[in-house]
């Protein structure tokens, strides 16, 4: 017999399937687990703010801010549209909530109480409450501008939630969503919603003082979501800082630190 004949019992038949690849096993592992984890924290937000979603997708969008986008032409994939949406819905639903619980207020007075309700500080109270805070998701950033960046789109993400849950489960479940977080908040007394600057300006005139100065001390974080960072002087007085995401939100924040500086009566940083 000839020595280099070979085994044939030792070749691979046909039909035989090549051995699987063992270097792919803990990718396969790891995407699983991955998939588990996702699904667990979309399953703890949901029970937080009370909704399951039949689209887990649309929960995703409402957290998603635009930074964490691969590409920026996509921008549909961000909370943004859903924002404008669940910021009609709030009003909406809200605006129905005080007809029905304040039956004899006119409609100045009613228009005043939705516009403490539905501003941005409200959404981001509510968010809060709801520790939204960690769960939104952001691009590469550095630590410091992450965390301004989550503080900041709290209302924004909020009013996402909302535009999300309407379209998952209607007008019915969005509206609950709203009772649920809103119902407490307008029954307490209405704060009042006199702008800070008008309540520093007045003040200053009574004390014979020149109108406030403000000045731009600093602009950070990125175009499409800045800091701004201002300054408000007065003659014979430290000036007082603010900082918010316009130059005017950061005017009112320095006008209050000033007002409450002071002793002012009368101001508050709402709206």
Not at 238 to 263: F, L, T
Request: charged residues 30%; hydrophobic residues 40%.
């Amino acid at each position: 017999m000839n020595d280099e004949t070979p085994d044939i019992h030792a070749l691979p038949s046909g039909d035989a399937s090549p051995p699987p690849d063992a270097s792919l096993a803990p990718v396969a592992a790891k995407k699983k687990r991955g998939k588990t984890s996702a699904k667990a924290a979309t399953a703890a937000i949901e029970a937080r703010i009370g909704h399951k979603f039949a689209d887990a997708g649309l929960l995703t969008t409402a957290i998603t801010h635009v930074s964490a986008l691969k590409s920026q032409r996509k921008r549909s994939d961000s909370y943004q549209r859903l924002e404008f949406l669940g910021d009609h819905v709030l009003g909406l639903v809200v605006s129905d909530m005080l007809y029905r619980a304040f039956p004899n207020a006119d409609e100045g007075e009613l228009s005043k109480r939705l516009a403490d309700l539905v501003r941005k500080e409200s959404c981001a109270d509510v968010a809060k409450s709801l520790g939204l805070l960690d769960d939104i998701k952001l691009g590469q950033v550095g630590a410091i501008a992450s965390a301004r960046l989550r503080k900041s789109v709290l209302g924004d993400i909020c009013e996402a939630v909302i535009g999300a849950v309407f379209l998952d489960g209607g007008y019915t479940a969005a509206a609950q969503f709203v009772e649920r977080n809103w119902t407490e908040r307008m029954r307490k007394p209405r704060r009042p919603l006199r702008d800070p600057k008008t309540v520093l300006q007045e003040w200053a005139q009574s004390k014979r003082l020149p109108t406030p100065v403000y000045r731009e001390i600093e602009r950070t974080g990125p175009h499409h979501d800045p800091q701004f960072r201002v300054a408000v002087d007065l003659p014979g007085l430290a000036p007082a800082e603010g900082v918010g995401g316009s130059k005017r939100a950061a005017e009112k924040d320095a006008a209050s630190v000033m007002i409450a500086r002071e002793g002012v009566g009368g101001g508050s940083n709402d709206g």
